[in-house]
Antibody, heavy 124, light 112 residues
């Protein structure tokens, strides 16, 4: 059974830092790109960042570039999101998700598995 | 960036009636080399994680009831619930995965 379990959320002051983790099981973690998606309270879904299998490529939404850093430890089947210089508009539930690898196209595509999410609240 | 715009923002449909949600992308998400539309639909029930319903614009995920169907190509897509059930009350999102990933703003479906 595929499982993605996020942790590390909490209350942090503006300008502070937080590190989120996502522990993965049930599939070969090192074979997949991985992604973070967030959802502000009462709002829609926003893709945040994606990392290649070996960590050599990383992509971020413009609003977090320079503040968030994505990393992974394939030996520990874990994904991380280091969030610095946090702002009130970073308040959200953060989900880790797996982009499905489509063999026929060779592309990483839609998100077929999601974690339950971890809430990050940025407030003084 | 590809912008995804859904309409309407919300709709109320009677039980057993059809619900139709539209999604428009700011540029085509049809990949010419394989003729596939890089478009998915998700369902998010209150307090739950998003669930994949449809991918490649019209392929139903395993286990998804056949009352859910997707259609469209290029820049214009539709999610149809042919006969709305009480358990379909949720917010529905379209997503493009042609260039990075972006979501529509969501459409809330309620019972009339």
């Amino acid at each position: 059974e595929v499982q993605l379990v996020e942790s590390g959320g909490g209350l942090v002051q503006p300008g502070g830092s937080l590190r989120l983790s996502c522990a993965v099981s049930g599939f070969t973690f090192s074979s997949y790109w991985m992604t973070w998606v967030r959802q502000a309270p009462g709002k829609g879904l926003e893709w945040v960042a994606t990392i290649k299998q070996d960590g050599s490529e990383k992509y971020y939404v413009d609003s977090v570039k320079g503040r968030f850093t994505l990393s992974r430890d394939n030996a520990k089947n874990s994904l991380y999101l280091q969030m610095n210089s946090l702002r009130a508009d970073d308040t959200a539930v953060y989900y880790c998700a797996r982009p499905y690898y489509d063999i026929l196209t060779g592309h990483f595509t839609y998100f077929d598995y999601w974690g339950q999410g971890t809430l990050v609240t940025v407030s003084s | 960036d590809i912008v995804m715009t859904q309409s309407p923002d919300s709709l109320a449909v009677s039980l057993g009636e059809r619900a139709t949600i539209n999604c428009k992308s700011s540029q085509s998400v049809l990949y010419s080399s394989n003729n596939k539309n890089y478009l998915a639909w998700y369902q998010q029930k209150p307090g739950q994680t998003p669930k994949l319903l449809i991918y490649w614009a019209s392929t139903r995920e395993s286990g998804v009831p056949d009352r859910f169907s997707g259609s469209g190509s290029g820049t214009d897509f539709t999610l149809t619930i042919s006969s709305l059930q009480a358990e379909d009350v949720a917010i529905y999102y379209c997503q493009q995965y042609y260039n990075d990933w972006t979501f529509g703003q969501g459409t809330k479906v309620e019972i009339k």
